[in-house]
């Protein structure tokens, strides 16, 4: 594993509003690293990211963010405008203005992008307009055109059919394969995180209470050993 890490984070805690959300959070994560986050609802997967991301003030603890690695933040629900669909991604990567872009170049790359999600023939619809798996696609093509180290992705295929999962999950692992992308992302399938996770962290209220690499994770035994209530999440989610 490379030394460098993207982010740490050092007894981390977060509170939104009078509620105590994360705490005493550890965690470093190296480039290259396919971190997936597990953890029934409300356990602090989505709060984690925006931390992650630079979203949330801190309120204990300390974080450290790689300054020469990019960001890119995927939300679950797209936060897309009512501009063409290639206008979305033009305006998304312009607006970096870390990129230093002029409005033409970020066309070109936004014209590149929607042909790499496989989004070209629908390039002057409305981004609105499009199926719920096509305007994932093109968020996703969003995020990749500012060309990040890291992506943060909550529930990137939770919304979607069985077809569109697939399609978006594959694009997910092209780029986790392709470049020296770290991929963090939240995840309710466990199918997913076996096929595209080189490490699970375990949420529960808050806290981690596993961090582990994938085969150990999936592991029954070696999990039971290492996170009872991990191996209980995981049970409670296959059977
Ligand atoms: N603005 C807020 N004010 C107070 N509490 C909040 C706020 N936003 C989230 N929370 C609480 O923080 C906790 C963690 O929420 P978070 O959205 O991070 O969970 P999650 O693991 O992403 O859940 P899910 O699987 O449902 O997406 C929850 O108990 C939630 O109620
Ligand atoms: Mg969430």
Do not use: C
């Not at 690293?33 to 997967?45: I, M, P, Q, T, Y």
């Not at 999950?169 to 996770?197: C, D, M, P, Y």
């Amino acid at each position: 594993m490379n030394s460098r890490a993207v982010v740490q984070l050092q007894n981390a805690g977060v509170k939104l509003g009078s509620a105590t959300v994360l705490t005493g959070i550890d965690l470093r994560i190296a480039p290259g690293e396919r971190v997936a986050l597990l953890g029934s609802n409300g356990s602090g997967k989505s709060t984690l990211l925006r931390l992650l991301q630079g979203l949330l003030p801190l309120a204990s603890g300390q974080v450290h963010r790689d300054p020469n690695s990019r960001l890119a933040m995927l939300f679950q629900r797209p936060h897309l405008l009512r501009i063409s669909a290639l206008n979305n991604v033009t305006l998304g990567i312009w607006l970096d203005r870390s990129l230093g872009l002029s409005w033409r170049q970020a066309r070109e790359r936004a014209v590149q992008a929607l042909q790499r999600v496989g989004l070209t023939a629908v390039a002057q619809q409305g981004g609105r307009q499009l199926s719920g798996g096509q305007q994932q696609r093109l968020a996703l093509a969003r995020a990749w055109a500012r060309q990040p180290d890291v992506l943060l992705l909550d529930e990137p295929t939770a919304s979607l059919d069985p077809y569109a999962k697939r399609e978006v999950e594959n694009l997910i692992a092209e780029f986790a394969q392709g470049e020296a992308l770290t991929l963090i992302w939240a995840s309710h399938n466990l199918g997913q995180v076996k096929r595209l996770a080189s490490r699970v962290i375990y949420l529960e209220a808050g806290r981690v209470l596993a961090d582990l690499p994938v085969d150990v994770f999936f592991n029954a035994s070696a999990l039971a050993e290492h996170s009872p209530q991990a191996h209980a999440f995981v049970q409670g989610e296959i059977s």
